[in-house]
């Protein structure tokens, strides 16, 4: 059974600073692994998908690196702002039972200071 | 339309009422998904709808869950006899097709149910 981690389970930095979330899961067998963003009392917001052949995406100040085999992906957030305060989720999509379903971590909680 | 919708967004509920929550998918999306979030907690799968075809259920909690797809549209999360470790939030993604290798599942805000 596919589980996913996430470390640490809660981050504060001020505003401005580089900072790293961790995901690792244990079945390298996937399709994806994607990171969404969940604020309060809403929906999940995917952020970067990459697929199980690539090795990193970006997206403005956001980059999301995969090593398959060694189970990890890093979610790279630089020059951080008070608007990026919120959970951090990140979510595999394996090959066994339904391919389609996603397998979330319990997320990471950043809150940036001014 | 623009994006997933799900009603209620609230519901409070009495141990042992039966609930019912309605997820409005993207126009024309094939797949939908039933997903549970516990307090502190990342989502869960609960079942997962190609069209009208429940394809999998396996991560319904127990027989008092129920979901349904009629028409291939607009689902429904039924809760017979509500418990309080029903508590939590709902939520319900769609995607355009469920198996692709680059697919994003587009998530709806959740329903919250809270059991006294």
């Known amino acids: 059974k596919q589980e996913v981690t996430q470390i640490p389970a809660a981050l504060s930095v001020p505003e401005g600073e580089n900072l790293v979330l961790n995901c690792s899961f244990t079945?390298?067998?996937?399709?994806?692994l994607q990171w969404f963003r969940q604020d309060p009392g809403k929906g999940l917001t995917s952020l970067l998908l990459i697929q199980s052949s690539q090795r990193e995406q970006t997206s403005g100040r956001l980059n999301a690196s995969l090593d398959k085999s060694s189970g990890r992906s890093t979610l790279y957030i630089a020059a951080s702002q008070p608007g990026d305060s919120a959970t951090y989720l990140c979510a595999v999509k394996g090959y066994t039972g339904t391919a389609s379903k996603l397998t979330f971590g319990t997320g990471t909680r950043l809150q940036v200071t001014l | 339309g623009a994006g997933v919708s799900q009603s209620p967004r609230y519901k409070v509920a009495k141990r042992g009422q039966d609930v019912a929550l309605r997820c409005d998918p993207i126009s024309g999306h094939v797949s939908l998904f039933w997903y549970q979030q516990a307090l502190g907690q990342g989502p869960e799968f609960l079942t997962y709808f190609q069209n009208e075809a429940q394809l999998d259920k396996s991560g319904l909690p127990s027989d008092r869950f129920f979901a349904e797809r009629p028409e291939g549209s607009v689902s429904t999360l039924k809760i017979q006899r509500t418990q309080q470790e029903d508590s939590a939030v709902y939520l319900c993604?769609?995607?355009?097709?469920?198996?692709?290798?680059?697919?994003?599942?587009?998530f709806g805000p959740g329903t919250r149910l809270l059991v006294l």
């Open positions: 079945d390298s067998a996937i399709y994806n």
């Open positions: 993604a769609s995607s355009s097709s469920g198996t692709g290798w680059a697919e994003t599942q587009y």
